[in-house]
């Protein structure tokens, strides 16, 4: 079974950029989250879709990032513009469905993002 | 809400040592319990989960973790490390219920172990 897939993997900008990144999960997993994971820090949850539906953007800084899941498959996170403090590693994740005995969410390798 | 402390930032031992990575949590509601493990240049994976029955339990490559209630603590433990061991380790609770928030994982900073031969 293929893991959750991410491009690119890294990606430096200068601040006021924009960037995307993309992530394709695991076939039939209904459920994809978004994390910011910065250095030395543990990951925080930006957005969680459930197919085409965002479920949860609460934690997510609406005035500059953006994410859509169009077609309930592979999503994309965009920032616009990008700010220093965005430097961070964007890791995508994916669960089966939103209600399943056993939570697990599976990771792919993320994106690391330098911002300059 | 749910926060997550882990109470080291870094852990170095000697390969063959003994190991404690310690978690504590705080809940409103009931939690299921996660360890995962980060590779350098690499994504989460899963290492180990309580969601309940036993309180002790264990991974496929030598790490178990005791959830205590009482204490709120999800410790992970290994008896013996190995160098492949070496890489960041997150302790993560997510609600057993509350609608959109079941599965939703709340990550503690992460412990980076460091085996030294």
């Known amino acids: 079974e293929a893991g959750v897939a991410q491009s690119p993997r890294y990606k430096i900008i200068e601040k006021r950029q924009s960037v995307a990144f993309w992530c394709n999960p695991i076939s039939g997993h209904a459920t994809l989250y978004w994390y910011q994971q910065i250095l030395g820090q543990g990951p925080k949850l930006l957005i969680q879709?459930?197919?085409?539906?965002?479920?949860?953007d609460s934690q997510l800084p609406k005035d500059r990032f953006s994410a859509e899941r169009l077609k309930g498959v592979d999503s994309t996170l965009k920032i616009q513009p990008a700010k220093l403090e965005d430097s961070a590693v964007y890791l995508c994740?994916?669960?089966?469905?939103?209600?399943?005995?056993?939570?697990?969410?599976?990771f792919g390798p993320g994106t690391r993002l330098t911002v300059l | 809400a749910q926060s997550v402390t882990q109470l080291d930032s870094q852990v170095p031992v000697f390969e063959e040592a003994p190991v404690e990575l310690r978690c504590n949590y705080s809940?409103?509601?009931?939690?299921?319990l996660f360890w995962y493990v980060q590779y350098p240049n690499q994504g989460l994976q899963l290492l180990l989960k309580y969601l309940s029955g036993s309180t002790l339990v264990e991974s496929i490559n030598g790490f178990e973790a005791e959830f205590n209630k009482s204490q709120t603590s999800f410790h992970l433990r290994k008896p013996s490390v190995h160098i492949s061991d070496t890489a960041e380790y997150f302790c993560a609770v997510s609600p057993l219920a509350g609608g959109t928030s079941y599965g939703k994982l709340t990550f503690g900073q992460g412990t980076i172990l460091t085996v030294h031969p």
């Open positions: 994740a994916s669960k089966a469905f939103l209600r399943t005995p056993a939570p697990e969410q599976f």
């Open positions: 879709f459930q197919n085409n539906g965002v479920v949860d």
């Open positions: 809940s409103s509601v009931s939690v299921y």
